[in-house]
């Protein structure tokens, strides 16, 4: 399947994206401000912002933030959300800005998406000399039992979608001379809710969402089971799913 189909599973679910998704802990955010000098002062861009999810919280930096993202169903989603964040229709290997004109470039859930040799040279260029790339992931911590099951029922579903966990994206990083080595950081927390929240959750994943109905209903259907699973394991209460919010960034080099 061409990567712009994968990605086309985003147009048919913004709205569970953004119910499902977990949110950012404020630990990993303020590590993120100052690991990349974010302030008031600062022009940032969020690259493949999808619902903005995570550009809201860049946003309590009190920076100017721009917003990219090439989906259009997300852009309709994002624009009714965070209607005063500048937004621009664009992707990480065609940023609509004009040489050195940010201070920083974030991409949260996002770069295994893109080419990444390409992208580096685009981020370079928009970014000021010294200006800094953030990379963040919310990676799910598959030692819990519930995020294990749910890993064996949608992985067969893959089919080659780009994803976090491969790390081909860091093949960029290997061989570029654009920017310093990736420096990481990882913050422990837990999205809490109900099995509605894991099916928004995992229903959301962009090759998921491209299923046919049937074929994906039942998906859904075992992804419910699971959680009900979880929930008399533990003897009642909320589902309590563990990731590790994980921030790689590195500096621009050059003039």
């Given amino acids: 399947m061409p990567l712009q189909t994968k990605a086309a ?44 999810k995570f550009t809201g919280k860049l946003a309590q930096s009190g920076a100017r933030i721009v917003a990219v993202e090439p989906v259009e169903g997300m852009r309709e989603k994002f624009q009714r959300l965070h209607p005063g964040i500048t937004l621009l229709e664009g992707s990480a290997e065609h940023i609509p800005l004009p040489d050195q004109s940010v201070d920083a470039v974030v991409a949260a859930q996002a770069f295994h998406w893109f080419n990444g040799a390409a992208a580096l040279a685009e981020i370079h260029r928009v970014l000021r000399p010294g200006g800094r790339l953030g990379l963040l992931w919310n990676v799910r911590d598959e030692s819990d039992p519930l995020m294990a099951a749910v890993t064996t029922i949608i992985d067969p579903f893959e089919d080659g979608a780009p994803r976090y966990r491969t790390m081909q994206w860091r093949r960029a990083f290997e061989t570029t001379t654009l920017f310093s080595p990736l420096e990481k950081a990882e913050f422990p927390f837990e999205q809490v809710g109900d099995p509605q929240m894991v099916l928004d959750r995992f229903g959301s994943v962009s090759f998921i969402a491209l ?45």
């Fill in 9 to 52: 599973g985003f147009n048919e679910t913004s709205a569970t994206y953004e119910r499902g998704r977990p949110e950012y802990p404020a630990q990993a955010l303020r590590f993120t401000f100052e690991a990349l000098g974010i302030d008031a002062a600062s022009t940032v861009v969020d690259l493949g912002a999808g619902s903005g």
């Fill in 211 to 255: 299923l046919p109905a049937p074929e994906r209903q039942a998906v859904l259907d075992r992804i419910r089971d699971a959680s009900l699973q979880q929930i008399e394991r533990q003897g009642g209460g909320p589902i309590r799913l563990p990731y590790l919010a994980t921030l790689f960034w590195c500096r621009r080099l050059g003039g």
